[in-house]
């Protein structure tokens, strides 16, 4: 059993940069992989970047490359989602999920509550 708990979010201007963290419960945080993904009202869940177990493996979505860093502590059972040149369309309640390598939210066993990131215009 992993328990999720994400923080950080807030609200920024276009431009601005928010990290959001992951807490973990549990030892066990080691043997997952950590994905991100967002939901704006009205849209499905949206994949945004996934770390492999030992932090090494990284992938992001096309639409936050080179803009948003995922890392991960796994000594305090932490993943972060550093969000730099933050844009309008980034606005979003944010989650966290343990899981598998993949982009696909259904192969992620589980979630956070999420945190909401607004960019204002």
């Known amino acids: 059993q992993v328990q999720l708990v994400e923080s950080g979010g807030g609200l920024v201007q276009a431009g601005g940069s928010l990290r959001l963290s992951c807490a973990a419960s549990?030892?066990?945080?080691?043997?997952?992989?950590v994905g991100w993904f967002r939901q704006a009202p009205g849209k499905e869940r949206e994949f945004v970047s996934t770390?492999?177990?030992?932090?090494?493996?990284?992938y992001y979505a096309d639409s936050v490359k080179g803009r948003f860093t995922v890392s991960r502590d796994n000594t305090n059972n932490t993943a972060f989602l550093q969000m730099n040149s933050l844009k309008p369309e980034d606005t979003a309640v944010y989650y966290c999920?343990?899981?598998?390598?993949?982009?696909?939210?259904?192969?992620?066993?589980?979630w956070g509550q999420g945190t909401q990131v607004t960019v204002s215009s």
């Open positions: 999920a343990a899981g598998g390598y993949f982009i696909d939210p259904r192969k992620y066993d589980y």
């Open positions: 549990g030892r066990t945080f080691s043997t997952y992989s």
């Open positions: 770390i492999s177990r030992n932090g090494f493996s990284t």
